[in-house]
Nanobody, 122 residues
Framework: VQLQASGGGLVQPGGSLRLSCVASVSGRTFSRDAMGWFRQAPGKERELVAGMKWNNIPYVADIVKGRFTISRDNAKSTVYLQMNSLIPDDTAVYYC???????????????WGKGTLVTVSS
């Protein structure tokens, strides 16, 4: 599975961005996987930000809860991450990922996107 993420960029603190990730599989295949967004800041480990199970059950990490929302459109083989009230600590490369395990962990991922850079700075 190839994953193509987009939507990153430079945003001021308090701003919003919407990341998108399109999978190179049919909607039926896409719907079988859990989809998620990880991020990795310089000098830090990759961490799970949000995930969504095949039956649309979401998980959002406490560090972004209330600010980030994950959603998916199985018909379009796409997963989204809506990020609001961004802060400088959200600066990282964001990776789209798909896997069959739940809860999602990096070890259970079978496909990674190339990442999209999000920079939160004034």
């Amino acid at each position: 599975v190839q994953l193509q993420a987009s939507g990153g960029g430079l945003v001021q603190p308090g701003g919003s961005l919407r990341l998108s990730c399109v999978a190179s599989v049919s909607g039926r295949t896409f719907s079988r996987d859990a989809m998620g967004w990880f991020r990795q800041a310089p000098g830090k480990e990759r961490e799970l930000v949000a995930g969504m199970k095949w039956n649309n059950i979401p998980y959002v990490a406490d560090i972004v809860k209330g600010r980030f929302t994950i959603s998916r459109d199985n018909a379009k083989s796409t997963v989204y991450l809506q990020m609001n009230s961004l802060i400088p600590d959200d600066t990282a490369v964001y990776y789209c990922a798909s896997g069959r395990s739940w809860p999602m962990t990096a070890a259970g991922i079978h496909s990674w996107g190339k990442g999209t850079l999000v920079t939160v700075s004034s």
